[in-house]
């Protein structure tokens, strides 16, 4: 499951991220908080939600805080299907 954290950056929450989707091949953990992607600073749901739709089938990079490290997490996305493709 993935939250925005009171600063409105995504937090993985819960048990963790699902199965071989991109959260999960990128490592990403629970209670990870995911700062950036590809040096953009993420400020809420929609606006990363629009960074990964501008971004599909490319791979990119995330930076997530985890404790107190911050690090790269690098992740290919997958293609959207035509109906979901941005303009």
Request: proline share 8%; net charge positive.
């Amino acid at each position: 499951e993935v939250k925005i954290a009171d600063d409105g950056e995504i937090l993985v929450r819960g048990g963790g991220v699902i199965g071989d989707s991109p959260a999960s091949q990128a490592n990403l953990l629970p209670d990870d908080l995911v700062l950036s992607l590809n040096g953009t600073p993420i400020r809420g749901r929609s606006q990363f939600q629009e960074l990964l739709k501008n971004n599909a089938g490319k791979t990119i990079t995330l930076r997530v805080l985890r404790g107190t490290t911050r690090i790269p997490r690098v992740v290919r996305l997958g293609e959207l299907p035509p109906t979901a493709k941005p303009d």
